[in-house]
């Protein structure tokens, strides 16, 4: 199935299905070719006119699709206390199984820094080309431009489900539930599957926005905006009280900071900014303490010495950040590095190694990268994914109350519990 011949007609009123698989992103392509592999009648709806639009945005349209990380235990730990659930999914579908699915269609790949795992090509297009291909093996129905407007039992004594659209009602006997969360809603994710679940029953854990870029209060990141900081370390505290830390990548933009880190702690930022006073501190060179960093600055004047401040910190810092560091350490430019008193020097190095920021709030759903919070995993059984309260009903992917840090773990997430619910759903 190439993407252009995706199914434009909408399902006739009547059509029955084993399963019907509601929502085409990674998780429901996933659950519905594996389903299918089975020899099920399967259908899949999409509200957009194409399948996996979010999946062409992952990674920067590269597709970051898992992480290199092959132990379960360590890799459900990156989501939290809620990662125990996902510890079945991984041994039925792990990174290994996800690895050998996309490279025995013809993937080739490859691992970069942070174990991160990118088709070599660096196209999300060849990811969702294999997974089309999944879907044709097994002769699904693809319907996109269909939205499902509710989910509701059958009323003619039998344990199906009427599936209604914008064009008619569809039976079905068993819904795989795949339509994500409330991140980048102009991709189709608009927390639809929230309010179906909700009305059959099952309790949604408040969904926010996660892995999401910071607004700042603080005016100078404007003037790098750009700039990416590798190999920094970034603290929040809470009420002066520090609560997390995070090595790795920092991005400052025009409305405050992104990258990794930031994004992997902005669930926390967004939940103690409403808690108390929220502060960031940046370390600009955390491999070096205090007194390391102060005998590495000493080194440098003694080579600039005659020289003025302002030329005497290319070595280090980016070039970009060196007039924002001048003007808060309140320490002339003009001045000669040999006249700097030991009180400015100290100035200097509070910057370099607590260079605060403070948050004002996240960008929201619109810049979210995924979505925290969602289905009660109380509700699901981890062992099938199928639901614990509706007989036959299934959810996979973003739709649960599952969210890890960046790196591709998320997308993982997908992929092992779409696999798990399209194979327990045909059983």
Known sequence: MELSQQNKKSPRKGNYFEVIVIGGGPAGMMAAGRAAQQGARIALFEKNESLGRKLLLTGKGRCNLTNYE????????????????????????????????????????QVERGDRVFPKEGDAQNILKILMGYLAEGRVKVYCNTEVIGIDRAKDGTENFIVSTATGAISAKKIIVCTGGKSYPQTGSTGDGYHWAQALGHTIIEPKPALNPVETADRWVKEVQGLTLKNVSLQLYLDGRKREERFGELLFTHFGISGPIVMDMSKNINDYLEKGKVKLLLDL??????????????????????????????????ASLIPVIIKLSAIEGEKKVDHITKSERKRLLHLFKELELTPIRLLGFPWAVIT?????????????????????????????????????????ECWSTGYLAGESAVK
């Open 70 to 109: 092959y132990d379960k235990v360590k890799f459900a730990e990156k989501f939290g206390k809620e990662g125990r659930f996902l510890y079945s999914a991984l041994e039925h579908f792990g990174v290994s199984e996800t690895l050998n699915f996309f490279q025995s269609r013809g993937l080739v790949w």
């Open 285 to 318: 060179k955390p491999a070096l303490d205090f007194q390391k960093l102060e005998e590495r600055v000493m080194r440098d004047f003694r080579e600039f010495k005659g020289r003025m401040f302002k030329n005497s910190l290319v070595k280090l810092l980016p």
């Open 372 to 412: 925290a919070g969602g289905i009660s995993l109380k509700e699901i059984d981890p062992n099938t994914m199928v639901s614990k309260k509706i007989k036959n009903l299934y959810f996979a992917g973003e739709i649960l109350n599952l969210d890890g840090p960046s790196g591709g773990y998320n997308l993982q």
